[in-house]
């Protein structure tokens, strides 16, 4: 068959409209998906608050605080913590330790529409968790906001890790299963399992990275014991871009665009489609968890990466000094389809909860858009492996985020969340 050639006018004419309608799409997707019960609002803004801040002349009541922008600190505002008064820190994550240039990424406060998030509150979160507990489920970002909870609580009061390091459990990765920290003054413990998909997977073939995934089985690592917890937070994305191949009643079904499966036809599931499932499957078992689960479930939406000029693995890098302003860039394409994955799960899994009776409080966390706002606050060739060096290897980290910086907003909403509301 013969190729018809376009000019580049005649192109250029088609794509620009293209695109615009594309992106308009992604943009009324992404605003209406959750419409209209957005999580997380505030009722009283004013009230909920130690510090001097006070909401303004909007409706405090209607508040959404997943919608805003980043503007300035107060002059002479200071970081909730330092790497100096934090010893949670990574080293992977520990911006100011190894130097990132400029620390204008802690200056900057995220402000909802119509209102203003409060600040958090170190001793009355721990006073509402005292005699309770919460557990930290997914991968490393969710090991990034874990930490950075810690580091948020150091003000008031320092854990003590409950499992010694020769007791864990380590999975195929190397990576501890599961890591528990106590609060003793408030009988408060906050724990973190690292369940990357979720659901049941297994490392197939170490040598090119490739992962059987049980779609239809949560991770029995933590769900089994989430009915002992008073609330979870479950997160997680990246993994899923792992090449893998999917299984249901214990059998091979499809896989992703990642997997080449040497002579079988399984066939291509989108990367978005498995995404739902697995949090449609992990938030089905907080729903029917054994024994009962009694207390709230934050699912925390997904969160771009800012690689410019190339991937991770290729070149790129992050060294932007500000926040995006609003408008500036749309949502791209894969975080506007996972973010909607994550959404339609929640719907699903509320819908199970209503049908069965069971009056759970399943909330999303929704913070794909103020996220996106900031490619000014990862790591960057500023993080290193554990025990670095300044001198020592880096990694060019575009995907987590700095500590402190804007990732202690999402414990401000979890406050919100877990405590206020």
């Known amino acids: 068959m013969k190729s ?24 009324s997707l992404y605003h209406s ?37 980043w503007v300035p600190e107060a002059a ?27 620390l204008d990424f802690v200056r900057w406060r995220w402000r909802p529409d119509g209102c203003e998030l409060p600040r958090f509150n170190a001793a009355r979160f721990l006073d509402a968790m005292r005699g309770k507990s919460i557990a930290f489920v997914g991968d490393s970002l969710a090991r990034n906001h874990f930490k950075s909870l810690l580091c948020l609580l150091s003000s008031v009061a320092q854990p003590a890790e409950v499992v010694g390091a ?38 197939s073939n170490a040598t090119i990275g490739m992962w059987d995934v049980h779609l239809d089985e949560p991770d029995a690592r933590w769900a089994a014991h989430v009915a002992s917890f008073d609330h979870v937070v479950l997160s997680g994305t990246n993994w899923f871009l792992r090449p893998s191949v999917y299984h249901e009643r214990g059998r091979a079904v499809a896989r992703n665009n990642n997997a080449i499966v040497r002579g079988s036809n399984l066939r291509e599931l989108a990367v978005p489609r498995a995404l739902r499932a697995a949090f449609r499957v992990a938030l089905g078992a907080i729903v029917d968890a054994d024994g009962g689960f009694g207390g709230k479930a ?32 749309a949502l791209g394409a894969f975080e ?63 995907l987590h985020w700095c500590l402190p910086g804007p990732i202690d907003m999402w414990s401000e909403l979890l406050f919100q969340m877990l405590v206020h509301q």
């Open 4 to 27: 018809h050639k376009s000019s580049p006018k005649r192109s250029a004419a088609i794509a620009a409209p293209v695109a615009f309608l594309l992106a308009l799409g992604l943009l």
């Open 33 to 69: 998906a959750f419409s209209p019960r957005r999580y997380p609002r505030v009722v009283d803004v004013a009230s909920s608050s130690s510090s001097s801040s006070s909401s303004s002349s909007g409706d405090a009541g209607t508040c959404d605080l997943t919608r805003g922008e």
């Open 76 to 102: 002479g505002a200071a970081p909730y913590y330092t790497n100096l008064t934090c010893p949670f820190i990574d080293d992977l994550q520990n911006c100011m330790k190894f130097g990132k240039p400029s």
């Open 166 to 203: 020769a007791e864990r459990e380590v999975d195929a990765t190397g990576r501890v299963v599961r890591r528990d920290f106590y609060y003793g003054s408030h009988d408060f413990t906050a724990s973190l399992f690292w369940s990357p998909f979720l659901v049941r997977a297994n490392l």
């Open 298 to 329: 934050v699912l925390r939406t997904v969160t771009p990466a800012h690689f410019e000029n190339g991937e991770w693995n290729t070149g790129g890098d992050c060294v932007r000094t500000r926040p995006y302003r609003r408008g500036d860039r």
């Open 336 to 398: 506007a389809e996972y973010r909607g994955a994550q959404v339609e799960a929640l719907r699903e899994a509320e819908a199970k909860a209503r049908a069965k009776g069971k009056g759970k409080e399943l909330l999303l966390m929704d913070v794909t858009g103020a996220m996106d706002l900031r490619p000014d606050a990862h790591p960057s060739r500023y993080g290193h492996l554990p025990g670095g060096t300044v001198e020592g290897n880096f990694i060019v980290d575009c």
